[in-house]
């Protein structure tokens, strides 16, 4: 887990986040030296950078709009840290079938494997947009809506924007 956690814990309160040591998530790469026609063996999920974590918070805006708000840097246990605020909502893990029919009706094509059934990866080609570690514990339903609460959105570009491009084609319904 890439954050501590500070504030209430309750509906209409705001908690604050707080990255930890040297974290700030991960963010999605194209293995290029993996020969492989499965997704799963070449992308990989590296530690993301202070610039990355921020976009993240950028494109994450674009999905639900005042999700996160950026409240500061600091100093914490002597780790340069980034301080956020998100709303505390009250509410529920999303099942597979929300999330899957929230993805689609917005656009998403699911990006995985036949290995899986429920995919965590999704990508909208009209957009540019990938979502990442898209499952049930970072997705929730609060007072009948889905929050994306702690995906990773990326625009990708290079051989990943080539691959999910290829992708989106071949599996364009």
Not at 19 to 43: A, C, M, N, Q, Y
Not at 63 to 74: A, E, P, R, V
Not at 102 to 126: A, K, L, N
Request: hydrophobic share 40%.
């Amino acid at each position: 887990m890439e954050h501590a956690v500070f504030g209430e814990r309750q509906a209409g309160h705001f908690v604050f986040k707080a990255t930890k040591g040297p974290k700030f998530g991960f963010w999605p790469h194209l293995d290029e030296r993996v020969v492989s026609t499965r997704i799963d063996e070449f992308l990989v999920m590296r530690p993301a950078t202070p610039w990355q974590y921020l976009k993240r918070l950028v494109l994450l805006d674009s999905l639900y709009i005042d999700l996160n708000c950026l409240q500061g840097f600091t100093m914490l246990d002597g780790c340069f840290s980034i301080i956020t605020s998100q709303p505390w909502y009250n509410a529920r893990n999303a099942t597979w079938k929300e999330i899957k029919l929230w993805m689609t009706s917005r656009g998403f094509i699911p990006v995985r494997s036949d290995v899986y059934d429920d995919p965590t990866r999704w990508y909208h080609p009209e957009q540019n947009l990938a979502l990442f570690d898209v499952g049930e514990s970072n997705m929730v339903v609060s007072e009948g809506e889905i929050v994306p609460i702690d995906i990773i959105p990326m625009q990708p570009d290079g051989p990943l924007l080539d691959f999910l491009s290829d992708f989106a084609e071949k599996h364009a319904s």
